[in-house]
């Protein structure tokens, strides 16, 4: 009787809506919609990679306890100056999705298999969102702190059915001649490195190319130029090891430096531009359930973001969207009895694990293990924890992806929980719903819950430009 009644009440209240109300979409009137689309000269797309809740969540809380204020992306959630959603984050054949189909949602449109980048499951392509930007006339690029060859920066830029082809990514970036791409992965651009030895620096450089290789290159290149910027094989450093190592400082942009650069960049167009900045670190320190590596980079980030929001509040003419492609092994802070004096060790972190790992070898006593993990973050293990750590290194490979000598990170992580409070449901990706968030004209746009692929034609109407594939 009572489950009638609430029908019938929902029912009436539904009759009620068609009859009465005045149209209203998800907070914007139907005239506010059309008034975005258009409105936007600039976009800058925000990707902290494999970023769960609780990544985000912890960031904020230590940079409050450490910093005394709070991160910038969800101040602007407090000072309600935001519109934010959550995002369904699946590829077309997986709950679960990885940054190649993950980004690919975003930059073709449409949801591709994991490990493909804008190709069907036919063969098909779809035409990645730069390129249909840069014909349109806008400027456009990629910054990150993995890869510049990697897979959501990728995403975003081209078309290929195998995210690995990384020296094949490095030629398409060259012949689509995107103006400006930074990060990592010196080895899929150097002649030393590549498996056909081409010399892409130097191509880059005959093209027309401002080819910077160190943070003092990237200040001093020429502006009137495209701009190529390859710090670091592999991955950059994580942030927490660079802050405490000087020739790193000296040597690697920050994400945010990036970030500042390519505007300043790419904003000379009296077209404006489009650009995406990925916080890709942010991922494998989830991945190696790496908390000190993870947060550090987290607040990189977020200082990321702090740049492109600066911009975007004295030029009413550009959208920030901020975002990730998928949560990674939930990291959570976890009720015990000294949850907050644990918690706040991690202020104190210099090193990160990985830097931790790669320190130890297998002839190495318990005790040096103790002391290497308190110096780098300022707590002692017990003797039988450092011997469990040591029983790692008798027989260690060099295959996979995230982990080539399958270092103990995972046991790390379980002993380091009793020092931090911060404990994982695991070491991939996840399903999640995640954050969206947009600041900026074109922002009215946003439904509270959306689905990866349905910001790529979000993206063309805010800007103006067409939506035909």
Same mark, same amino acid.
């Given at each position: 009787?009572?489950?009638?009644?609430?029908?019938?009440?929902g029912?009436?209240?539904?009759?009620?809506?068609?009859?009465?109300?005045?149209?209203?979409?998800?907070?914007s009137?139907?005239?506010e919609?059309?008034?975005?689309?258009?409105?936007?000269?600039n976009?800058?797309?925000?990707v902290?990679?494999?970023?769960s809740?609780?990544?985000?969540?912890?960031?904020?809380?230590?940079?409050?306890?450490?910093?005394?204020?709070?991160?910038?992306?969800?101040?602007?959630y407090?000072?309600?100056?935001?519109k934010?959603?959550?995002?369904?984050?699946?590829?077309?054949d997986?709950?679960?999705?990885?940054?190649?189909a993950?980004?690919?949602?975003?930059?073709?449109?449409?949801?591709?298999?994991?490990?493909?980048?804008?190709?069907n499951?036919?063969g098909?392509?779809?035409?990645?969102?730069?390129?249909?930007?840069?014909?349109?006339?806008?400027?456009?690029?990629?910054?990150?702190?993995?890869?510049?060859?990697?897979?959501?920066?990728?995403?975003?830029?081209i078309?290929t059915?195998?995210?690995?082809?990384?020296?094949?990514?490095?030629?398409?970036?060259?012949?689509?001649?995107?103006?400006?791409?930074?990060?990592?992965?010196?080895?899929y651009?150097?002649?030393?490195?590549?498996k056909d030895?081409?010399?892409?620096f130097a191509?880059?450089?005959?093209?027309?190319?401002?080819v910077?290789?160190?943070?003092?290159?990237?200040?001093?290149?020429?502006?009137?130029?495209?701009l190529?910027?390859?710090?670091?094989?592999?991955?950059l450093?994580?942030?927490?090891?660079?802050?405490?190592?000087?020739?790193?400082?000296?040597?690697?942009?920050?994400?945010?430096?990036?970030?500042?650069?390519?505007?300043?960049?790419?904003?000379?167009?009296?077209?404006?531009?489009?650009?995406?900045?990925?916080?890709?670190?942010v991922?494998?320190g989830?991945?190696?359930?790496?908390?000190?590596?993870?947060?550090?980079d987290?607040?990189?980030?977020? %200082?990321a973001?702090?740049? !492109?929001?600066?911009? &975007?509040?004295t030029? /009413? *003419?550009?959208?920030?969207?901020? +975002?990730?492609?998928?949560?990674?092994?939930n990291?959570?802070?976890?009720?015990?009895?000294?949850?907050?004096?644990n918690?706040?060790?991690?202020?104190?972190?210099?090193?990160?694990?990985?830097?931790?790992?790669?320190?130890?070898?297998?002839?190495?006593?318990?005790s040096?293990?103790? %002391?290497?993990?308190?110096? !780098?973050?300022?707590? &002692?293990?017990?003797? /039988? *924890?450092?011997?469990?750590?040591? +029983?790692?290194?008798?027989?260690l490979?060099?295959?996979?992806?995230?982990?080539?000598?399958?270092?103990?990170?995972?046991?790390?992580?379980?002993?380091?929980?009793?020092?931090?409070?911060?404990?994982?449901s695991?070491?991939?990706?996840?399903?999640?719903?995640?954050?969206?968030?947009?600041?900026?004209?074109?922002s009215?746009?946003?439904?509270?819950m959306?689905? /990866?692929?349905e910001?790529?034609?979000?993206?063309?109407?805010?800007?103006?430009?067409n939506?035909?594939?």
């Amino acid at each position: 009787m009572e489950r009638r009644k609430f029908l019938n009440l929902g029912l009436l209240a539904t009759m009620a809506g068609t009859i009465a109300v005045p149209e209203i979409i998800y907070g914007s009137t139907a005239d506010e919609k059309h008034k975005s689309i258009g409105s936007a000269k600039n976009i800058i797309f925000m990707v902290s990679d494999g970023m769960s809740n609780g990544t985000l969540t912890m960031a904020d809380l230590l940079m409050q306890r450490k910093l005394g204020y709070g991160s910038k992306w969800l101040q602007l959630y407090r000072e309600n100056k935001i519109k934010h959603a959550l995002m369904d984050t699946a590829s077309a054949d997986s709950l679960v999705t990885d940054s190649a189909a993950g980004c690919s949602a975003w930059g073709g449109g449409v949801r591709v298999k994991n490990g493909s980048l804008n190709i069907n499951a036919d063969g098909t392509s779809n035409k990645p969102i730069l390129q249909k930007f840069k014909d349109a006339g806008k400027s456009v690029g990629c910054v990150t702190t993995v890869p510049i060859t990697h897979a959501t920066p990728a995403g975003f830029a081209i078309n290929t059915k195998n995210r690995g082809s990384q020296e094949e990514i490095a030629n398409l970036y060259l012949s689509h001649r995107f103006d400006v791409m930074m990060g990592g992965g010196s080895e899929y651009f150097s002649k030393e490195k590549r498996k056909d030895s081409r010399d892409l620096f130097a191509e880059f450089a005959s093209q027309g190319f401002s080819v910077a290789t160190n943070k003092t290159e990237l200040l001093n290149s020429q502006t009137n130029k495209p701009l190529l910027g390859v710090f670091y094989e592999d991955g950059l450093p994580y942030t927490l090891d660079q802050k405490s190592t000087h020739t790193l400082l000296e040597t690697i942009p920050t994400l945010a430096e990036m970030t500042l650069k390519a505007i300043q960049q790419l904003s000379k167009n009296p077209n404006g531009f489009v650009m995406q900045v990925e916080g890709g670190k942010v991922d494998w320190g989830a991945h190696a359930n790496d908390i000190g590596a993870l947060l550090y980079d987290q607040i990189a980030f977020d %200082e990321a973001v702090a740049v !492109a929001i600066d911009f &975007a509040e004295t030029h /009413n *003419d550009t959208l920030v969207v901020i +975002t990730t492609d998928h949560g990674n092994a939930n990291p959570g802070l976890i009720k015990s009895r000294n949850v907050d004096t644990n918690f706040d060790r991690i202020q104190q972190f210099k090193y990160t694990n990985e830097w931790i790992l790669n320190k130890i070898s297998k002839n190495d006593t318990p005790s040096k293990v103790i %002391e290497l993990i308190n110096e !780098a973050q300022g707590y &002692a293990i017990t003797a /039988n *924890d450092a011997s469990e750590i040591l +029983t790692h290194y008798e027989d260690l490979s060099n295959d996979g992806i995230y982990n080539a000598y399958k270092l103990p990170f995972r046991k790390l992580a379980e002993i380091q929980q009793l020092y931090t409070s911060v404990g994982w449901s695991g070491m991939d990706h996840s399903g999640d719903f995640v954050e969206l968030a947009m600041f900026g004209p074109g922002s009215d746009l946003l439904n509270p819950m959306v689905k /990866n692929f349905e910001l790529h034609n979000l993206m063309l109407q805010a800007a103006g430009v067409n939506v035909g594939r």
